[in-house]
């Protein structure tokens, strides 16, 4: 301990000084150094402890001294007053060289130098060598980019997967000293996020981009209004009124709109709630492609009997023994005749409530000789064959019912204005004032109204393309579409086409060599430990495989290690294994896609609020109450009274405040607005963003689910139809007695 103690205390500066002082000139005749007492550096500096000796390795060490020959010495600078301690030895080491003869108390404390040089020793070389070489390496590769360590948590935050080499060295970046994403591993990280935001970039639709579509909608619309062969048919439907939810009655529909075939019978109870009856059965293939239309219907026809004897077989049987009673020239009294609805779902020309002609077969129905007749007479022929007590009474779009069924079920007090679907297709139904209906129509109708329903086919709205984003993917899917250049609004916004854009980016990614998606060397590379592949057979290599609710799951996936979204990459795109950086990009690109057409529906929902000029009619309903009524409310123990009465002001002085007679009711069916997330909240950004409706007019705009419009809608349809014959009739007697009367004064003059 000794030895290595006095070696370290030797080298010190301090040391050195007084070193280089003893070494300069001689002592004085009667300097003795053993009498002269030299203070402890405790007693001068209370303070500093003899811990805090300095300690500094000095040349090779004098032979170790007894523990008692051991005194505190200080010694002080003349240019400065900082001291040092050392505890050294009382007697000088023989070693250690003579005094010189100038040593006295004048030059005792002043700086000397020492003549004898302090060497280097070999690990300080080595120190610094190895430091230069250090400083040298990192100066010329500070371009190399960082590598991270995998993680063995498959779904930890922090967990990426390392992957391939990068292919283009210049796209990476250094990272962030605090990342604002979690770490990976995969080298080609940077490029892959870098191309999903720049393709999830090209689906955006701007403010901007919202206001000019709104302008070209209605345009559009007018023109439609106007004559026939536009882009928008807003084709009239002569429903002429809608349900406010007092109707009460039982009623029945029918719905043919693919390869199964429905019965129903509703029961409206007059409180806007109904009770549903209904059978389905499938169609047989041959009579799909039967030879003549009496096959197809008479089937159609019979299930109507069986449902009825079925399910309300005691009023069934007592309109059999009515028949052939004073009646209606059907054999059965008016009020005993069920009244029909037929939803059917395919095109026809429709020239009254229940007259259409039949424009062609879709969905694998080919039967040549249905073609051109009026489908309403053809169900009602094999009805009256079987001498049922049923009248078709309506001809119904899915799309008019579900304005109906919404109608009906409102729980407000105003008339609902617009019926929408957003779902495997999409398309508008709304009520239109009948002086801007201008264009030639066919068939007879109720006037009284002054409004009618009118199908807007907004699913060809813009097939120009003046307005509308065309991106290279949609570009792509309308050219492998089996019909190009039409439609071109619902290939932006329906179910039926989100998905092949979707599986259209991926694929055109996949194409690209710069782009690692789908991509790992070996299974090192992969969080799931197995490399990424895809066969050639894939769903994804599949035109039309991939279905729209991938983008539904996407969105709503937002757990750790989005395994949700993961699972349904595998079993929808045949996508083996694929890493979190590629379900990622698939969650950022179908969130653009969705946003996209969740916008595009604004378009047409805001287009339509301000075509008919709702927002412009304000009720003169009584506002907020006043703060001394409230309070009358509390004295009086009216507490609900007086907690809505508080709600109500509070709303209104926030700018929330919506009368009830003000509000706009809009009914929506569909896949996309019911079950992606967020769809209606991106429809109501848009709606704001709207030049005429803004956030005040977005908060008068209520939007309600309508469910099974062409059941309960073709009932309320039936229902309307029933009420507007009893008017015409009216109507006709009417007439008929005006007439008698004239006739009658002019005999008797």
């Known amino acids: 301990m000794f030895l290595r103690t006095t070696k370290l205390a030797i080298t010190s500066p301090i040391l050195t000084k007084i070193t280089s002082s003893i070494g300069k000139g001689d002592p004085p005749a009667n300097f003795n150094p053993k009498k002269r007492k030299i203070p402890l550096s405790s007693e001068l500096y209370p303070h500093l402890s003899s811990s805090s000796s300095l300690t500094s390795p000095p040349p090779p060490p004098p032979p170790p001294p007894s523990s008692s020959s051991f005194t505190s010495t200080t010694s002080t600078t003349s240019t400065s007053t900082s001291t040092s301690t050392l505890n050294s030895p009382s007697s000088i080491p023989t070693h250690s060289p003579p005094l010189p003869q100038n040593f006295n108390e004048s030059n005792l404390f002043k700086p000397h130098k020492v003549s004898r040089p302090n060497p280097i020793s070999l690990v300080h070389l080595a120190s610094v060598t190895v430091l230069v070489i250090v400083l040298v390496v990192q100066f010329l590769f500070t371009d190399t980019p960082p590598r991270y360590s995998r993680s063995s948590q498959p779904y930890s935050p922090t967990s990426y997967s390392p992957r391939a080499s990068v292919l283009d060295q210049r796209t990476c970046e250094s990272p962030h000293p605090f990342p604002t994403e979690a770490p990976t591993s995969r080298p080609h990280k940077m490029s892959l996020v870098a191309e999903s935001k720049r393709v999830a970039a090209e689906f955006e639709y701007t403010d901007e981009d919202v206001r000019r579509g709104v302008t070209e909608f209605i345009a559009e619309m007018n023109e439609g209004l106007e004559k026939n062969a536009t882009n928008m048919s807003q084709i009239p439907t002569f429903v002429t009124g809608v349900p406010n939810g007092t109707e009460k009655g039982l009623y029945l529909a029918v719905d043919l709109g693919g390869t199964n075939f429905r019965v129903c019978s509703i029961q409206l109870h007059g409180d806007t709630t109904f009770s549903l009856t209904q059978s389905k059965v499938a169609i047989p293939r041959d009579l799909m492609l039967a030879k003549t239309a009496s096959d197809l219907f008479s089937f159609l026809a019979k299930q109507i009997e069986l449902f009825l004897k079925t399910h309300h077989e005691d009023h069934f049987e007592a309109h059999i023994r009515r028949r052939n009673t004073v009646s209606t020239p059907e054999g059965f009294r008016d009020e005993h005749i069920f009244r029909l609805g037929f939803t059917f779902s395919f095109p ?18 080919d039967i040549a000789d249905a073609i051109g007749q009026d489908v309403c007479e053809l169900l009602q022929k094999e009805i009256d064959k079987l001498h049922l007590p049923v009248k078709v009474a309506a001809l119904v779009n899915d799309t008019v019912g579900t304005l109906m069924a919404r109608a009906y079920t409102s729980p407000g007090k105003t008339q609902t204005l617009l019926g929408a679907i957003f779902g495997t297709g999409t398309n508008g139904a709304y009520v239109e004032k009948l002086h801007k209906l201008t264009k030639p129509m066919e068939g007879d109708f109720d006037k009284t109204t002054g409004e009618m329903v009118v199908n807007t086919e907004w699913g060809s709205f813009d097939n120009g393309l003046k307005v509308l984003p065309n991106t290279i993917y949609d570009q792509i899917l309308d050219k492998d579409s089996v019909n190009p250049g039409i439609q071109m609004f619902e290939k932006r916004v329906s179910g039926m086409f989100l998905g092949e854009i979707l599986r259209t980016v991926l694929v055109q990614m996949i194409k690209n060599p710069a782009v690692a998606l789908f991509r790992d060397n070996t299974s090192a590379d992969n969080d799931y430990r197995s490399t990424t592949t895809i066969d050639e057979t894939a769903p994804l290599y599949q035109q039309w495989a991939v279905d729209s609710s991938i983008l539904s799951i996407a969105e709503a996936d937002n757990s750790v290690g989005l395994p949700v979204l993961r699972q349904e990459l595998e079993k929808s795109l045949g996508v083996s294994a694929p890493s979190l950086e590629d379900a990622q990009t698939v969650k950022d690109i179908a969130h653009a896609i969705g946003k996209r057409a969740a916008r595009l529906a604004a378009v047409a929902i805001g287009a339509i609020v301000l075509q008919t000029g709702r927002l412009d009619v304000k009720s003169a309903a009584p506002g907020p109450k006043s703060t ?76 309600g689910i309508a469910k099974d419009g062409s059941g309960v809608g073709a009932a309320l349809i039936a229902l309307v139809a029933a009420k507007m014959e009893k008017q015409q009739q009216q109507d006709y007697i009417g007439d008929l007695r005006s007439t008698l009367g004239v006739v009658k004064e002019e005999t008797t003059i």
């Open 348 to 365: 026809v020309h429709q020239i009254g409530i229940n007259r259409g002609t039949l424009i062609r077969w879709t969905k694998g129905f």
């Open 628 to 703: 001394a009524s409230i309070v009358e409310d509390v004295k009086n123990l009216k507490i609900a009274d007086a907690a809505a009465a508080t709600a109500n002001k509070l709303a209104d002085a926030a700018g929330l405040a919506v009368n009830e007679e003000d509000v706009i009711d809009i009914g929506v069916d569909g896949s996309l607005v019911e079950f992606y997330p967020g769809f209606e909240h991106y429809i109501r950004e848009a709606l704001r963003a709207m030049d005429g409706i803004g956030a005040a007019g977005e908060r008068r705009i209520r939007i």
